[in-house]
Nanobody, 122 residues
Framework: QVQLVESGGGLVQVGGSLRLSCAAS????????VGWFRQAPGKEREFVAT????????YYADSVKGRFTISRDNAKNTVYLQMNTLKPEDTAVYYC???????????????WGQGTQVTVSS
C-alpha cells in the first residue's frame, strides 16, 4: 500500500511558476513509477507527466513539454512537478499517482492522492 499527499497548489498569474510535491508513505515507494494527472471542470482526467522508479526516464504530455519538469527524491519519498510559464489552460486539480511501471494511462496507476488545486489567472 502507498499513500500519497499532494501539496503546493495555489493561485498564480499567467507566466508564473509553482512546484507541486507528492509525498508518499508506505512500503517500497522507490519501486513505483509516479505520474501526475490533472482534471479541469467538465473534462476528463488527463496525463501530465510521469517518472520511473529510478528517476532516469520521464515522459510529458505535449501540452506541458518544455514548461513542466518532473523529478523525484527517493530518500525523501517525494516526487515533484515544477511548473513554469503557466497558462490559464493549466488550471485544474492536479493528482499524483503511483504504479508498478511507467505509463501515460491513468488506468495503470493503482494509488492516488486527493489532489491539489492549481489556478492560473489572467
Amino acid at each position: 500500500q502507498v499513500q500519497l499527499v499532494e501539496s503546493g497548489g495555489g493561485l498564480v498569474q499567467v507566466g508564473g511558476s509553482l512546484r507541486l510535491s507528492c509525498a508518499a508513505s508506505g512500503r517500497n515507494f522507490n519501486k513505483y513509477a509516479v505520474g501526475w494527472f490533472r482534471q479541469a471542470p467538465g473534462k476528463e482526467r488527463e496525463f501530465v507527466a510521469t517518472i520511473d522508479w529510478s528517476g532516469s526516464i520521464t515522459y510529458y504530455a505535449d501540452s506541458v513539454k518544455g514548461r513542466f519538469t518532473i523529478s523525484r527524491d527517493n530518500a525523501k519519498n517525494t516526487v515533484y512537478l515544477q511548473m513554469n510559464t503557466l497558462k490559464p489552460e493549466d488550471t485544474a486539480v492536479y493528482y499524483c499517482a503511483a504504479g508498478l511501471s511507467i505509463a501515460t494511462s491513468k488506468d495503470d496507476y493503482g494509488f492516488w492522492g486527493q489532489g491539489t488545486q492549481v489556478t492560473v489567472s489572467s
